[in-house]
């Protein structure tokens, strides 16, 4: 798992800042958190989840509480949780996630920017088989050495812990992400510069140049899409 996890995440901030897409789109996320339990994240872990990501994107507090209070107020917005999967060019494979209350525009949509863009849409499973939903979480101020022996004392289990342009990125089980945070957190952890879960390919792409080129067009078409969240591939970007 050599992904530059932090470098992916520093491009798509620098991109999304300039439109704030990345603000509605938290504010979506954590309303349909919100409304799935109780609007309090001590007691309703999808939302506390959501929180915690919207915390490694520096999505303002004003927006997190409208979408809260939206909630609260007991807005009737109903969204559906969509995965789509495809190819790109060079034997790239793409999953895109979205929450839509329209699943035809949607799906029309996801379409049409993957056949503009140089891509083709798969059928379900031609492409999620080939990824593992892993928890992802990254961090300054620990050795790789050190973050395993605290993990390991706390009797949790990681796929691997590794170091990348000076942070540790920690991969573990996606039902070892509650653990995973509060024990680095207890450790002295007090911020992340990453903490969600997310698609991790098993095996990882390089790309020719003008390959390459097509593809981050594809991804940033896909990405520009209101009702698209996340965008998971194998490319070594």
């Known amino acids: 798992m050599g992904r530059k996890w932090n470098n992916i995440k520093d491009k798509k901030a620098a991109k999304d800042k300039d439109t704030s897409r990345i603000y509605a789109k938290f504010g979506r996320e954590i309303y349909v958190a ?11 872990q999808n939302l506390k989840f959501v929180l915690e990501r919207a915390k490694t994107y520096s999505v303002p507090k004003h927006i997190i509480d409208r979408a809260i209070e939206k909630a609260k107020g007991g807005a009737e917005e109903n969204y559906d949780e969509l995965r789509y999967e495809g190819f790109g060019p060079g034997g790239s494979m793409l999953i895109v996630d979205a929450l839509t209350n329209n699943v035809n ?18 059928v379900s499973g031609s492409v999620s088989y080939m990824f593992d939903n892993t928890a992802v979480f990254g961090f300054d101020g620990k050795s790789a050495d ?33 653990a995973v945070q509060n024990t680095l957190k207890e450790a002295g952890i007090e911020e992340f510069t990453i903490a969600e879960l997310s698609m991790v390919p098993q095996t990882e792409l390089d790309l ?30």
């Open 34 to 44: 919100a409304k799935s339990g109780e609007p309090d994240p001590e007691s309703n």
């Open 105 to 122: 525009r949607t799906a029309s949509d996801v379409r049409a920017a993957f056949g503009k863009n140089g891509g083709n849409m798969g």
């Open 146 to 178: 050190e973050t395993l022996e605290i993990l390991m004392e706390a009797d949790i289990d990681v796929r691997d812990v590794i170091e990348e342009d000076g942070h540790v990125i920690v991969y573990a089980e996606p039902d070892q992400f509650a």
């Open 208 to 237: 020719s140049d003008s390959d390459l080129e097509v593809f981050e067009k594809l991804v940033d078409a896909i990405e520009d899409l209101e009702d698209v969240q996340t965008v998971h591939h194998n490319v070594n970007v």
